[in-house]
């Protein structure tokens, strides 16, 4: 098929749950890169009787470009030696490039992948402010999706000492400076304090390299991870940024650890704030002692509460690598399971911890944290608010994300994969109780597209109204839903057709989703001098572009 400026896809069976559209026969319309209402009876058609139409993928959480995910590339050769991504033969425009898949795939490897999936925009989930110039470069690098990123702060040295001085304005003043000059999207948050903690070496809780609870002293009396919270939920909210403050918490894969996390919750309860990879941080047990499923108590306060959105980090069975600014949780894992690994440190700001990794249905924790991801899943009353992820790749990569929606939808298929994996830990799971939920496509939709577009703030996102961005996804309707999600017919990225009869096509370049809030400029003198006193990088010279 040529390439046409106009095109009605025709006769398709739509979910567009933003538009309260679920399994309508109707046409979608295109004009340009824009979805439209009508258009004339000539234009171009492409036959979608008997498929199902929903908006591209939108994934809220993933890790994909810059120095960390990049350090993961070169830690693992024999991943790329073993699945090579050949050059795709285009139809048209600049030739496809080849590159390196596994589970950290190579740049122009994630965009055609996750094309292929029908997915059309992606956010890079955790970028040290440092590292911006070069996360861009990769996303420059990565074909097909709109992307962006959150930008690391809970741990950074000028925010801290803002902090410790009672400077809430200026801390959110700083906030916004940094999204700026970083072009970035929103703001992150990581085991908030413990890794500032890690990294000076110790004096945290009972004398150890981490903070245990949101009240552990970080540094000075004045800072610790309540306050990190407090102050970043408080600074996105006043700057009225598209996505509320993007929150990692403390002691992340630690029995008991649900505790910590619904303290983090009631700490900001009112404010908008997002909770990522929430089955990492749904245990129960003690730290110590047997691991248990705490995904019941945890998910009922995220029903109860609107302010909280989550996604949920879904462990997926098979390799895996785990890639995080969480230094100490990796430590931890490297000490543990005595494989290979890499630290950064990042003067001032943050660090990245990695460790390859595979998860086991024989093993009873890997057991445990795949049957807790489902239970958020399935145990969550408002799809708009719990939305996929498999923070990949840290709990399996996006390509296991049609395997997990056949997970979601077939209770058959999920209880027979219940029977093959280890039960020791999972007493009390509800999964074992029979629990018996299966989404149907319009809430696949939610939490693929709808839900996360919402929750970013991307207004011309996960939906096929008349304004909307013209990405769109068209699926054979097929009873494995997973053969179904992995293999779209067509894709279609802000009008242009990238795959068509299941095999890639074009691969345009994406956008680049940023924000640049307002803030008081009188900030950078101080910042200019806190540069000139502690910071190897000039301060005219930070940032992804110069600072004025």
Same mark, same amino acid.
């Given at each position: 098929?040529?390439?046409?400026?106009?095109?009605?896809?025709?006769?398709?069976?739509?979910?567009?749950?933003?538009?309260?559209?679920?399994? %309508?026969?109707?046409? %979608?319309?295109?004009?340009?890169?824009?979805?439209?209402?009508?258009?004339?009876?000539?234009?171009?058609?492409?036959?979608?009787?008997?498929?199902?139409?929903?908006?591209?993928?939108?994934?809220?959480?993933?890790?994909?470009?810059?120095?960390?995910?990049?350090?993961?590339?070169?830690?693992?050769?024999?991943?790329?030696?073993?699945?090579?991504?050949?050059?795709?033969?285009?139809?048209?425009?600049?030739? /496809?490039?080849? /590159?390196?898949?596994?589970?950290?795939?190579?740049?122009?490897?994630?965009?055609?992948?996750?094309?292929?999936?029908?997915?059309?925009?992606?956010?890079?989930?955790?970028?040290?402010?440092?590292?911006?110039?070069?996360?861009?470069?990769?996303?420059?690098?990565?074909?097909?999706?709109?992307?962006?990123?959150?930008?690391?702060?809970?741990?950074?040295?000028?925010? $801290?000492?803002?902090?410790?001085?009672?400077?809430?304005?200026?801390?959110?003043?700083?906030?916004?400076?940094? $999204?700026?000059?970083?072009?970035?999207?929103?703001?992150?948050?990581?085991?908030?304090?413990?890794?500032?903690?890690?990294?000076?070496?110790?004096?945290?809780?009972?004398?150890?390299?981490?903070?245990?609870?949101?009240?552990?002293?970080?540094?000075?009396?004045?800072?610790?991870?309540?306050?990190?919270?407090?102050?970043?939920?408080?600074?996105?909210?006043?700057?009225?940024?598209?996505?509320?403050?993007?929150?990692?918490?403390?002691?992340?894969?630690?029995?008991?650890?649900?505790?910590?996390?619904?303290?983090?919750?009631?700490?900001?309860?009112?404010?908008?704030?997002?909770?990522?990879?929430?089955?990492?941080?749904?245990?129960?047990?003690? $730290?110590?002692?047997?691991?248990?499923?705490?995904?019941?108590?945890?998910?009922?306060?995220?029903?109860?509460?609107?302010?909280?959105?989550?996604?949920?980090?879904?462990?997926?069975?098979?390799?895996?690598?785990?890639?995080?600014?969480?230094?100490?949780?990796?430590?931890?894992?490297?000490?543990?399971?005595?494989?290979?690994?890499?630290?950064?440190?990042?003067?001032?700001?943050?660090?990245?911890?990695?460790?390859?990794?595979?998860?086991?249905?024989?093993?009873?924790?890997?057991?445990?944290?795949?049957?807790?991801?489902?239970?958020?899943?399935?145990?969550?009353?408002?799809?708009?608010?719990?939305?996929?992820?498999?923070?990949?790749?840290?709990?399996?990569?996006?390509?296991?994300?049609?395997?997990?929606?056949?997970?979601?939808?077939?209770?058959?298929?999920?209880?027979?994969?219940?029977?093959?994996?280890?039960?020791?830990?999972?007493?009390?799971?509800?999964?074992?109780?029979?629990?018996?939920?299966?989404?149907?496509?319009?809430?696949?939709?939610?939490?693929?597209?709808?839900?996360?577009?919402?929750?970013?703030?991307?207004?011309?996102? /996960?939906?096929?109204?008349?304004?909307?961005?013209?990405?769109?996804?068209?699926?054979?309707?097929?009873?494995?839903?997973?053969?179904?999600?992995?293999?779209?017919?067509?894709?279609?990225?802000?009008?242009?057709?990238?795959?068509?009869?299941?095999?890639?096509?074009?691969?345009?370049?994406?956008?680049?989703?940023?924000?640049?809030?307002?803030?008081?400029?009188?900030?950078?003198?101080?910042?200019?001098?806190?540069?000139?006193?502690?910071?190897?990088?000039?301060?005219?010279?930070?940032?992804?572009?110069?600072?004025?």
């Amino acid at each position: 098929m040529s390439q046409p400026t106009r095109l009605r896809i025709a006769g398709g069976t739509v979910y567009d749950p933003a538009n309260g559209v679920e399994g %309508v026969v109707h046409d %979608v319309c295109i004009e340009g890169d824009r979805i439209v209402a009508e258009l004339p009876a000539s234009a171009p058609r492409l036959d979608a009787r008997g498929m199902v139409v929903m908006p591209g993928g939108v994934d809220i959480h993933a890790h994909v470009a810059g120095s960390s995910v990049n350090h993961a590339r070169r830690l693992l050769p024999e991943e790329h030696a073993a699945d090579p991504a050949p050059a795709p033969r285009l139809a048209d425009g600049p030739p /496809g490039r080849s /590159g390196t898949g596994g589970t950290v795939p190579s740049t122009f490897a994630t965009g055609y992948r996750y094309a292929g999936l029908g997915y059309t925009t992606a956010m890079e989930a955790a970028v040290a402010p440092l590292a911006a110039r070069h996360a861009h470069a990769e996303l420059d690098d990565t074909p097909i999706i709109d992307a962006g990123f959150f930008v690391l702060l809970g741990n950074d040295d000028y925010l $801290l000492r803002q902090i410790a001085a009672g400077e809430t304005v200026r801390a959110r003043d700083y906030a916004a400076w940094l $999204l700026g000059v970083t072009r970035a999207y929103a703001i992150k948050v990581v085991n908030p304090g413990g890794v500032a903690v890690w990294k000076g070496g110790g004096g945290g809780a009972d004398g150890g390299r981490n903070v245990r609870g949101l009240d552990d002293a970080v540094g000075s009396s004045a800072v610790t991870p309540r306050k990190i919270l407090e102050t970043l939920a408080g600074a996105a909210n006043a700057l009225a940024l598209p996505h509320p403050v993007h929150i990692h918490c403390n002691n992340l894969g630690q029995p008991g650890n649900a505790a910590t996390t619904l303290e983090s919750m009631r700490t900001l309860a009112g404010q908008r704030a997002h909770f990522t990879h929430l089955q990492f941080h749904s245990y129960g047990g003690a $730290l110590g002692k047997a691991w248990a499923s705490a995904a019941r108590e945890v998910i009922e306060y995220v029903n109860a509460h609107a302010e909280v959105s989550v996604d949920v980090g879904q462990v997926m069975f098979g390799p895996a690598t785990t890639v995080t600014a969480d230094g100490p949780v990796e430590q931890l894992l490297y000490a543990s399971s005595g494989r290979k690994w890499v630290n950064i440190d990042i003067e001032l700001e943050s660090g990245c911890g990695i460790v390859p990794y595979a998860y086991r249905e024989r093993a009873a924790v890997a057991a445990l944290q795949w049957a807790v991801g489902l239970e958020l899943f399935l145990l969550a009353n408002d799809p708009w608010r719990v939305v996929l992820s498999t923070d990949h790749p840290n709990g399996g990569t996006f390509l296991s994300y049609p395997e997990l929606i056949r997970l979601l939808m077939d209770r058959a298929y999920r209880d027979e994969r219940l029977k093959g994996v280890n039960q020791k830990l999972l007493a009390g799971n509800a999964l074992l109780d029979g629990l018996s939920r299966e989404y149907t496509l319009g809430e696949i939709a939610i939490i693929t597209r709808a839900g996360p577009a919402r929750l970013l703030g991307l207004t011309g996102k /996960g939906h096929l109204g008349p304004g909307a961005d013209a990405d769109v996804t068209i699926y054979a309707n097929d009873a494995d839903r997973a053969k179904m999600f992995a293999t779209p017919r067509y894709v279609i990225k802000a009008g242009t057709l990238v795959v068509e009869d299941g095999q890639l096509r074009r691969a345009p370049t994406g956008r680049r989703l940023t924000v640049r809030p307002d803030y008081d400029a009188a900030v950078t003198k101080d910042l200019k001098r806190f540069f000139d006193e502690y910071a190897c990088v000039g301060f005219e010279n930070y940032g992804a572009e110069p600072v004025a």
